[in-house]
């Protein structure tokens, strides 16, 4: 029995540095390749000693796959390649690859240039890395190897987002990434085969949480902004560039466009710009309805919301900010949070997960002063409010994947153990399949059935469409019931294919031979003494026209019918004990014969156990 081995190096029972390894099939897999934003050592990159203890990678990995743009899930990815050193391929859709690079570089700004922090990948590095990386289109299937395989579907979640399905031999296995199985104002929702992998790896992020309605988390949103606005205060909404940013600027464009606001909205200079020049480019990947109005109105160019300089922040009178990054962490966001925290009439809306050890996370759980490295103390008065517009699978989307592409196994990483837990009892109760939910670092290993596939010959098939009813179709409980189809397996040139035994024979030079079934039923006695011959073939005509609806029935002569295949004959002189008597004369025929081929084994065992119910 083969197997499949999970390790997750970042991402397991924790939110943040989702980086996991497969080995599957003698390849290794890296499933993502993030940064821990909640750390500021060597905690915030995976522990890559775990391939190897010194020196590159590659010998060790055949490839690295990114999901989505996210720095939890690519910002180590120039590190891996250029610092520690893999020079295989990274495969990665076209959105991922354009926004990337600028996250990354972004990142490095801040980490390298304002906190001095060593042991870091430079600008070249991100150059660099990108020229290793190899781009995939939705639904193509991607030879890595002579042996190893990817797929990738439409994730949601953001721009780009992809889930990968890899498949080497007959094991596969399917990573989620970050998805969204809800479509939203400006992204599809999810999408898969039912692929049936050997395992499904997904985030569980909203592992024990099922949203209510967005359009009423919509309308909260805006009452609570228009309300701060209205009393004086000013809002902050730490985003991060791509993806809610986006879903809450079109929210807020359309309110102020329809309500005729005067308040500034203001969104972090830079990178927006650019992000919604890549929403452009990349329009193919948006939601339906964009897809249709882009002709007619680009929604990604705002009227109402413009670029915000660090200097606004002072700017007496009420305001919306988007602020960069989304978990006030670092930035612009984390700068305007300093300036406006001491001060009641504002508020702060955190749309989103925040992940331990940042500043959203610490307000959200109602610390009241934070401090900062710089042992500056921050008194935080402004009112905090948590709203998910988070584009993630709560738990309810979780569940929905399962049942769409119907894994033999699920692995979850990328969310909290204790909402780990209960998640992990729900699939097993509902789907019956085995759930694992591994630490980082520690590794499970999964047996697999191998699956042999068989072709069909045509001749088989045509066989069975003769008998075929087709009325079937319409009868959902008929279409669920498993057919046999009978044939004979043969192996050639490592291949198994299923055909018609005449197709055996001539294909093999055999002489045919054929297995019959003789199986004698004794009449009772009173049927005997009614009917006649013709009587009986009629009696026996009737039963089986009531019990078997969808077979040809003929009427060879006055002793035999033909179901089928299976033949009824009236037989006399068979030695039956006690014959029955009519006026001091036995009757002519004493029993029946029920006669069939092996291939009619079914249908032959079928009329037998009737007539025998039916005439005894």
Known sequence: MSEIKVVPLGAGQDVGRSCILVSIGGKNVMLDCGMHMGFNDDRRFPDFSYISKEGPVTPYLDCVIISHFHLDHCGALPYLTEVVGFDGPVYMTAPTKSICPILLEDYRKITVDKFAVQNFFKAEDIKACMKKVRTVNLHELVQVDEEMSIKAYYAGHVLGAAMFEVRVGQQSFVYTGDYNMTPDRHLGAAWIDKCRPDIL?????????????????????????????????????????LGRAQELCILLETYWERMQLQYPIYFSLGLTEKANNYYQLFITWTSQKIKKTFVER??????HIKPFDRS???????????????????????????KWAPFEQNMVIIPGYCVAGTVGHKILNGQKKIEFENKQIVDVKLSVEYMSFSAHADAKGIMQLIGNCEPRNVVLVHGENAKMDFLKDQIVKEFGIDC??????????????????????????KRERSTFNFESLLDDKALKKQNSLHGVLLLEQNCIKVVHPKEAINQLGLISQ?????????????????????????????????????????KVNDSKLSIDNVDVELKKDLYIPTKPVKDGILPEYFGIVISWNIEDEELGSYVYSILKENLK
């Open 298 to 303: 680009n929604m990604f160019e705002y009227k």
């Open 514 to 554: 054929q297995i019959k079934f003789n199986s004698i039923l004794k009449l009772k006695n009173q049927l005997l003494i009614d009917h006649d011959k013709s009587g009986i073939i009629k009696t026996i005509y009737e039963i089986v026209q009531k019990e078997l609806d969808n077979v040809e029935i003929e």
């Open 201 to 241: 790896i997904t985030e569980s992020t909203y592992a024990t949480t099922i949203r209510d309605s967005k359009r009423c988390r919509e309308r909260d949103f805006i009452k609570k902004i228009h309300n701060c606005l209205d009393k004086g205060g000013k809002v902050l909404i730490p985003v991060f560039a």
């Open 312 to 338: 606004y922040a002072d700017r007496p009178g009420p305001m919306v900010v988007f602020a960069t990054p989304g978990m006030l962490h670092a930035g612009q966001s984390l700068h305007v949070f300093k």
């Open 436 to 461: 694992f939910k591994p630490a980082n670092g520690e590794s499970i290993i999964i047996k697999t059935k191998p699956i042999v596939q068989a072709s069909i010959s045509v001749e088989l098939l």
